[in-house]
């Protein structure tokens, strides 16, 4: 295990940007736990949900003198300054780094006084993995998380862990009742403290936190436990360095003589023989368990969903044992995720930036807003529309986040637009447009009968489209090269394990190895071509009507809300305008694939004529830029549909040769630009026949048009002025405020010029380093000032998917 903690620290301590909150235990909307104020001490404050509201996990290391150290949380503030047989100091804390999956928190104990002059201090390190594995969705599934404990040194130290109530319920009040359980109860020696509400409320939640679930804390045999008031086990830990093995049967109030639940474990590294340090490690684990997750409006009815992993694992002491007994497998596969996605951000993304810090530092923002459930046949991936309203299933929150999906695991992306494609294919939603969400509030997935959702009717058909498209098309990516850990299978495996074809009421089914829990491979060469026309024939009813709607009304969209509500209403929106035109080529494109060449004729027509006019009603009178509304003269917009455009390859100068992403043979670790593949003119792919290889990359099949969509020129045109209206903290969304999201500015970045890209990447990287918001990534921010909250305060949102958007980019076009 210390092997293995030492090669995550060693991918995690790459990181340099310093965010002003760290994830700890990110799993879900429930399973949320971050560290506040991560520039500083961690002992400064509690750690918090993602609100902001501190909740209770605390840790205490001692030394065999008497003298406690605060590590994590504030739990020395039940801790005696006087007439008792301890001292209270601070640890020389080290820092903090992470990457994708985990966050280490590093800190120097110094020797007690009469062996000071003797030894070196031992070095502990907190490590909090909450994996990200897209090769084992089930592993992905588990509703928990690891933190494990590496004391490095030459004389014993003992740590003290504890959690309270406040993680099944967001009421300080609520009564709560709890469980030891040891032995057969779970794996053989494992110890588990079980802590749940006495009165639960499914599907309720007060302050953002689930009224039901079950918490379940676990630690290593050789721990000694406690449960009790919390200034009595911590006072008690503090004075002895153990804890007693005995359960406070008197259940209470969360805050009424707080009850906690603790571990110890002592970490004897002393040696009275050789002088050279040793090493010791202890795991704990932290579950919040549901049953059921959601309650969705199914094709059959209100539907109360089970947790996917339900299906593996027939009870919640089984699912625990294996997720501690798995540590060694999801940290590996974990890893593997890390090491790829940084060597792919360094490849992919501009020169020498910090783009694998910000992507690093945004995977487990995005999957900590959704909770699997489903069968194996049918798997589904809810999400919650976390901070800005609650709205389950938005599909213009799916939509930002899409850039995630398609470079970790497109078919989690699938999982994703299941439930909004069955709910409106069963003729639930009465609107000829896309519904926007399955329900106001998560986690009840009830869907608009009434069709009275927020108006949103170019946006989501749009959205929904683009992301139909995006999908079939990762699906019959054949170049795999470099992504292993995304692929795990391969076409041998897929042959024993999976089908040629899905299901006709199945999205893809989830096929996994009996033996390590490994998904079956998915997609490329023939399957997933099979795939990928199965899934859009089931929906085509639905997406030739969105369509429609989008002839009828996208080139000149009346007065309503696009993605950016927050902003208000507008007519004659710019980018909503742009981002129907480019469904509406999407749809010719999907008409195309399942032979319905009169309507994919029809639509390339109706695209074609729709972009020639969208250019002359949107841009300004010199050309230079597009205006935030057609109407509105002296303004200008962030263009972030033209992302849409590149990422469903109808932008061949960028996607057939991927100009800023493909590396020539032995390059260095520093990188200029004639490090890279250049782009050929218009000319030059006008004259290249389909299938040609421009660079390492082919080019796309020959289905594909081989001249732009969009014209360059507005790709050139908007780059050069992002440059000029730059600020200190990245690019403003448009000329009416000072704010930003991050979303739009990577998908801007991912269509711009390199210098560009790069000026924008390293302006986000540098608001990460100085904001003063206080609170998990926000994708909303001002970029003058101190990079604050503009007035909405979004935060932990799963938009930050977006910033994926480049590397999205780069694998987009089979």
Known sequence: MSLLLGILCSVACASVLTPPVLPLFVRNPYLNAWLPS????????????????????????SDSNGTVYPLLGRPQDSLKNKGVSYNISFPEYMGSSYDASTTNLTYHIPPPLSAASKKSPVEITLSFLCPITPSSTLRQALPACYMSVLAEGSFDVSIYVDVNGQWVSGDRNA???????????????????????????????????????????????????????????????????????????????????????????????????????????????LAHVQDPVVQYASARGLTLMRP????????DPEMINFHYNDFQKASKLAADYDYYLALHAKVSGPLNTDYGDIVALSARQVMGATSFAGTPDNPILFLKEISSNGNSQTVDVIFPSMPFFLYTNPRWLAYLLEPLLEHQLSGQYPNKYSMHDMGTHFPNQTGHADGNDEYMPVEECGNMLIMALALANSLQNNDLDGYEAFRAGGQDYIDKHSK?????????????????????GWGGSHKGSSQALQWLDRSYGLLKQWTGYLVEFSLEPHNQL???????????????????????NAMS???????????????????????????????????????LAYNWYGSWTTLYSLYADALLCFHPQITDVHYFFDLKPNTPDVLSDSDFYQP??????????????????????????????IPHGVYKNQSDWYALV???????????????????????????????????????????????????????????????????????????????????????CP
């Open 308 to 315: 996917l992993w339900m299906s593996w694992f027939f009870s």
């Open 680 to 709: 050929p003119t218009d000319q030059q792919l006008l004259k290249t026949p389909p299938n040609t290889p421009h660079s390492p990359r082919s080019a796309k099949a020959a289905s594909y048009s081989r001249k732009n969509f």
């Open 500 to 520: 040629d074809y899905i299901d006709e009421n199945s999205v893809f089914p989830l096929s996994l190895s009996n033996v390590d829990y490994i998904d079956a």
């Open 175 to 285: 009564q709560i009742e709890w469980e030891y359980i040891h032995g057969d109860g779970t794996a053989e020696g494992l110890k588990t403290w079980k802590v749940k509400k006495q009165q639960e409320a499914v599907f309720s939640e007060t302050a953002d936190r689930a009224e039901w679930g079950t918490l379940y804390f676990s630690g290593p045999a050789d721990s000694d436990h406690e449960s009790g008031t919390s200034a009595i086990l911590r006072q008690a830990f503090a004075t002895q360095g153990t804890l007693k093995n005995q359960v406070d049967e008197d259940f209470r109030g969360i805050m009424e003589e707080e009850p906690v639940f603790a571990f110890s474990k002592t970490f004897k590294l002393s040696n009275s023989t050789h002088s050279s340090s040793k090493n010791n490690t202890a795991l704990f684990t």
């Open 562 to 584: 696009s993605t950016d509500d927050f902003a208000g209403w507008l007519a004659l929106q710019t980018n909503l305008a742009l981002k129907g035109i480019v469904g509406i």
């Open 38 to 61: 991560a520039r500083h001490a961690p002992w400064e404050k509690w750690p918090m949900f993602y609100t902001g509201e501190y909740i209770g996990f605390g840790v205490l290391a």
């Open 589 to 627: 494109e999907i008409a195309g694939y399942l032979g319905h060449k009169k309507d994919a004729d029809e639509y390339k027509s109706i695209a074609e004529s729709y972009i020639k006019k969208w250019q002359d009603f949107a841009m300004s009178r010199d050309g230079s830029h597009a205006k």
């Open 726 to 812: 730059m600020q200190r903290y990245g690019l403003p969304l448009d000329s009416r405020h000072l704010y930003t999201k991050s979303d739009w500015e990577f998908e801007a970045a991912a269509v711009s010029e390199p210098r560009v890209r790069k000026l924008i990447v390293d302006r986000v990287a540098r608001w990460i380093n100085e904001t003063d918001t206080d609170r998990p990534l926000t994708d909303l921010y001002e970029t003058e000032g101190t990079g604050g909250f503009p007035g909405p305060y979004f935060m932990a949102r799963p938009v930050v998917g977006g910033h994926f958007a480049i590397l999205a980019l780069d694998r987009a």
